[in-house]
């Protein structure tokens, strides 16, 4: 019995049987690269310190507000056109109320009158239909990179030109 488990372990390869024919000192040949499809290299992604949740969670919150502050306006100059006492009660409120966190902002909103809650679930739900139907995140990225590379550049032709004594070739110090 033990025999019999032995010489079926034994019969057993890591490697198809090609490879068991050639050369058993090599069984696979390393100077051989596979040219089907280029090597990528696993990068991980940057650290950042000193953030209690990452970059694109800070970033995610404050695109949140910014759509809260988005619909406050949309509906406010939908409201301007055709209801001018909703408007006005909206205006009165925003005074009293900042718009820097737009949860606390539309919790305050439903909780002022039965008039101002419907107006927090306008808000609410222009937020969330600007937010998924409207907003353009593919330009917002492009946008965020365009500007990041042209400040960069801005940034270091300047620091050239201040240490450098140079524009366009010639002298200036």
């Known amino acids: 019995m033990e025999y019999s488990t032995a010489t079926i372990f034994s019969q ?3 490697f198809p049987p090609r490879f068991q024919t050639e050369n058993r000192a090599y069984p696979f040949k390393p100077w051989m690269q596979r040219t089907s499809q280029p ?9 950042v310190p000193g953030f209690g949740t990452s970059p694109e969670s800070t970033a995610a919150k404050h695109l949140h507000d910014f759509f809260n502050y988005i619909a406050v306006k949309i509906v ?6 055709y209801n001018p006492e909703a408007y006005e009660e909206l205006r009165e409120f925003l005074d009293r109320h900042p718009l820097n966190d737009g949860d606390k902002f539309c919790a305050d909103l439903m909780r002022e ?4 809650k419907n107006l927090a679930l306008r808000i609410l739900e222009v937020r969330s239909a600007y937010c998924k139907e409207d907003f353009e995140w593919d330009n917002l990225q492009r946008l965020a ?3 990041v590379d042209d400040s960069n550049k801005k940034l270091m032709m300047d620091y050239i030109v201040d240490t450098s004594c140079t524009v366009d070739g010639k002298q200036i110090c």
């Open 145 to 147: 990179s365009k500007m």
């Open 39 to 47: 090597t990528r290299f696993q990068c991980h992604k940057m650290y």
């Open 113 to 116: 009158s039965p008039r101002h």
């Open 12 to 14: 057993l390869s890591l």
């Open 76 to 81: 406010a100059a939908q409201l301007q056109s």
